[in-house]
């Protein structure tokens, strides 16, 4: 019998809209099962480890084939570093990533011009935000945790006046100078 650990039995469940994974471990170095999954709209990956034990997916290019996705969160892939994968992934409503401290180029969702939610919550490796300057269209946005951040500049171009969002993990500083803007910041 086939096993969840590597994740083979996935691939016989074609017709899946969502998917939430939450692992202890996984022995596979892969995502692969997400090509006969071609109707996911929310895919959820969070793997957790204790001691010695590494998450070992380093590469997302899979995810691209995933045309109806709507949501993708992806927490503790410990040896992942790039995500160019989601430039591509333009019908993301929602796309979030936490505890992926080797993430430090996010140049990739420049691209999701239209996206609504991004979260990135304790990726440790974070430094420059300046590609989120590029989202006209947020609404939330979440930088908890990411403590090496030193410039957040780049979010005073996201939003016009009369524009409404919600801000997490950004200094209070930065909020000013949004409502000083007339960007209504909602408290949270």
Known sequence: METLLSLKILSTLNSLDYLSLNCDYLYSK???????MPNLSVLSLHFYH????????????KLAVLSKLKE??????????????????????????SFCHTISDISPVSSLTDLPKLVFYHCDSLKNISPIGNLKNLEYLSLEG???????????SCWEAG?????????DSVKAQLRDKGVIVAKK
């Open 50 to 61: 204790y001691g010695d034990t590494v998450h070992m997916i380093k590469d997302i290019s």
């Open 146 to 156: 990411c403590k090496n951040i030193s410039d957040y500049s780049p979010l005073l």
């Open 163 to 171: 524009d409404i969002v919600e801000i997490n993990g950004v200094p």
């Open 72 to 97: 993708l969160w992806i927490s503790r892939f410990d040896s992942l570093t790039n995500i160019s994968p989601i430039s591509t992934m333009t019908t993301l409503n929602s796309f979030g990533m």
């Open 30 to 36: 892969n995502i692969d099962f997400v090509d006969s």
